[in-house]
């Protein structure tokens, strides 16, 4: 058992932060070697090693509650060499009042990834949609201009200086297009700060941390063409408009058997024929019906993880790894089952799956 109290960031970009960090996590012991490893014999390598290997950052979302169980510890170290905080830096979480920050959640998953050597992927700075509580009331009551831009600023400024060298990319926006339409979505930030307001954000973002990779990041454009033609206008623009950004999200929510993984890919060739980093970031494949559901499963994943690798999209991140622990329960219901592990961290087909296309591109 670990008790760190250190300051985070503080290089280059904007003002010092003043919030000092307390954590205490179990450390989980990792093999020490950074040199990369090789995998010849891919049953040698656990997963991360297999990422490692073929240059892939593998990641998955974390929950700081559930660091303190030793299986979830030991089974994520062992199979991503990435995290991204599933709540725990978004607006509601960690700014939930004016005068109010909450660090803690976030540092305790920062603190972890640093002694795991794991990278962290921040999400996210600016959400706001119906039926979400990602953005707290008290921000969503600014209806003045000049008061809601500097609200974000000092929002966007506080949490990324919080985090600047522990946090290397962040989702600037997330879903800023209608969930199933290709219109922009019309939330409060757009219907305060007019359509500009995404360019600003990036700019804003960049300001705060140059050093961080801004991301983009958008729901169902998997599933929806027009909506991913509009995500493909949407990019274009805002590098037209001279708006840092670095990459795109890719979230990717599928069902079992599902995949159109011919317009994921050209999705993936279109965004990077802009010039912008594509990732995954929040894959998960729900089982509904199939004939044979973990094979169909299976199948699922190792589609998803080519349509990225088979063009220069070299991240993937999945949206939980255990049934034990996922948001697919609350919204679709029970018995979904949709991650490589089961709810008692045994490694279900998905897991072969990703595995053996990871080892393909470690060749
Ligand atoms: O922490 C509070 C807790 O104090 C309170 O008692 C409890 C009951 O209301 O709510 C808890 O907060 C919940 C939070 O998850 C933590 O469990 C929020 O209500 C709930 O809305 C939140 O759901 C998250 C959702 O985003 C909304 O932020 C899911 O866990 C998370 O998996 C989901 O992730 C999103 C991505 O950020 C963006 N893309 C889609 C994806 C799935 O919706």
Excluded at 62 to 72: K, N, P, Q
Excluded at 79 to 91: A, D, I, R
Excluded at 176 to 192: A, I, K, S
Aim: glycine share 6%.
């Amino acid at each position: 058992m670990l008790l760190a109290t250190s300051a985070i960031g503080c290089s280059g970009g904007e003002q010092a932060d003043d919030h000092p960090v307390t954590t205490t996590v179990a450390a989980v012991t990792q093999p020490t070697s950074t040199t990369v490893p090789r995998c010849d014999d891919a049953s040698t390598c656990t997963t991360r090693q297999l990422a490692d290997a073929a240059g892939v950052t593998f990641g998955t979302a974390v929950a700081a509650s559930h660091l303190d169980e030793a299986d979830y510890r030991t089974t994520l170290v062992t199979t991503f060499n990435s995290v991204t905080p599933e709540n725990e830096l978004k607006w509601a979480s960690i700014h939930p009042a004016p005068d109010t920050w909450d660090f803690g959640p976030a540092d305790t998953i920062i603190e972890f990834a640093k002694q795991n050597r794991l990278q962290v992927k921040g999400h996210n700075l600016i959400w706001d949609q119906e039926s979400i509580d990602s953005t707290p009331d008290w921000v969503l009551a600014i209806d003045d201009p000049t008061e809601l831009r500097a609200t974000v600023t000092d929002h966007i400024r506080t949490v990324m200086g919080h985090y600047r060298g522990a946090v290397d990319r962040w989702d600037v926006v997330n879903e800023p297009l209608q969930t199933l339409g290709n219109e922009l979505y019309d939330n409060h930030f757009r219907q305060v700060l007019g359509d500009g307001y995404i360019a600003e954000m990036f700019t804003i973002a960049h300001k705060a941390d140059p050093a961080a990779r801004l991301f983009l990041n958008e729901a169902n454009v998997e599933l929806l063409p027009a909506k991913a033609a509009a995500l493909v206008a949407l990019v274009k623009a805002l590098i037209d408009q001279g708006a840092p950004i670095d990459g795109v999200g890719i979230q990717a929510h599928l069902v079992a058997g599902t995949v159109d993984s011919a317009a994921v890919r050209s999705l993936i060739d279109d965004l990077e024929g802009l010039g912008v980093e594509v990732a995954i970031t929040e894959l998960d494949v729900r089982i509904i019906t199939a004939a044979d559901p973990l094979a169909t499963q299976a199948d699922t994943y190792s589609q998803a993880l080519s349509a990225c690798l088979d063009e220069s999209c070299r991240e993937v991140t999945l949206w939980g790894f255990t049934d034990r622990y996922t948001w697919i329960d609350n919204t679709f219901g029970l018995g979904r089952a949709p991650l490589p592990f089961d709810r008692d961290y045994q490694p279900k087909p998905a897991l072969a799956a990703i595995r053996e296309r990871l080892a393909a591109a470690a060749k």
